[in-house]
């Protein structure tokens, strides 16, 4: 594959399919023009090319360069935050309408997999693994909850031994397993999107950054050496929105995520790890999430930081929290280890609106960008067809900015997750 100017990986060096593609040299239109050729971009992409739209994608790099190449390949069923705070926040209207739409992405992903037949090693659920004795009955609680309120009843509660059996570690007081939720390679599903959006007509360039957009009808997004004049624009930026929108860029933190991958364990000592395949994340603040790849390595994320430094050595950053959970990795070769940078709302809800009636954004997917922003994509394609009102029920939901905007948001952050990270230290 040509990995040229992608980040060292796992997910890179196990890449299906790279599409090369050049940069935007001269001057075109479109219905629509899509920034960002990430999960959000693409998905808009390819769901108004399935309408008929004539759609350019530009990307500051390659199509998956970001987050949604890099992240730890966990889809969940749900919203970051459980639907039961959701009630206490927005109510239960507003609760079950988010529901509905997060189990539409979950569909939607799925759905693209198989009609474009992506090779993504698409596997079965997600464990949450409780960090402390006290989430147990919280879990028992959700699989209640959840099946009597919501209809939802692909959620078991796992007691404490069986959990020991599904996971070797001691480390966990019970789990839930989602049977809805699953896991895949998040770059291969990407380039998939890609590609389904190549072969509908969509033009995508890369390396091909937009420097400003002029908020007129149609709109004009300037580019290094070209432009797009497009009746409709989408910003799929998220963490890597920068200085493109100063307006909302205070509503996300930019946040850095670590993950490596070990050798290959071997079928026997991968499966003694985590019995039934399924992806795994704890309820920690800063949580540890862990799955095994289709070749049969750890794929361990934890960790995480708030500015440009990355950790001198990511490998030895992941390996502490991969060896409280799983000591007898202690003689495992690491083969790779990468970051991701994502964004984060202060509500952890994301961010759905308008800077201008023909220009649409949505960030801040909080750690479940594989659901969310691919359903945000979807939206926002039937948003520009004329059906607004799912988009709308995300963008009428209040992401407040984080204070002092992107001058003071790190300082205020900080002190909070050493505040949250000292309480998943006390018992």
Known sequence: MPAQDYPSSYYVATAKGVPALGPLNGDETAD????GAGFTGLSAALHLAERGYSVTVIEAERVGWGASGRNGGQLGSGHRKDQRTLEEKLGLEWAHRLWSLAADGLATVKDLIAR??????????????????????????????MAREYGYHMLRFVPREEMREMVDTERYHAGMLDMGGA?????????????????????????????????????????????????HVILACNAYLGSLAPDIAGRIMPVNNFIVATEPLGEARARSLIRDDVGVQDTKFVIDYYRLSAD????????????????SNIAAFVRKPMLRVFPQLADVRIDYAWSGTLAITMSRIPDFGRLAPNILYAQGFSGQGLNIATL????????????????????DVRVPNFPGG??????????????????????
């Not at 474009?116 to 909850?145: N, S």
């Not at 049969?296 to 950790?311: D, K, T």
């Not at 945000?376 to 963008?395: P, Y």
């Open 116 to 145: 474009y037949e992506i090779d993504c090693d698409l596997k079965p659920g997600v464990l949450h693994a409780a960090w402390k004795h006290g989430e147990a009955a919280w879990f028992q609680d959700e699989v209640d909850h």
């Open 406 to 427: 992107t001058l003071l948001r790190y300082p205020g952050l900080i002190a909070g997750v050493l505040w949250y990270t000292l309480k998943d230290r006390l018992p």
């Open 32 to 35: 629509v023009c899509v920034i």
């Open 183 to 231: 896991h895949l390679h998040p770059l291969n599903f990407c380039l998939g999107l890609a590609r389904g959006a190549l072969a509908k007509g969509v033009r995508i360039y890369e390396h091909t950054p937009a420097l400003d957009i002029s908020r007129a009808d149609p709109a004009r997004v300037r580019t290094p050496n070209g432009t797009v004049m497009a009746r």
């Open 376 to 395: 945000a994509g979807k939206l926002m394609a039937e948003a520009i067809a004329g059906q607004a009102e799912r988009f709308d029920w995300m963008a």
């Open 296 to 311: 049969g390595r750890m794929l361990f994320g934890g960790g995480e930081n708030y500015s440009g430094r990355l950790p």
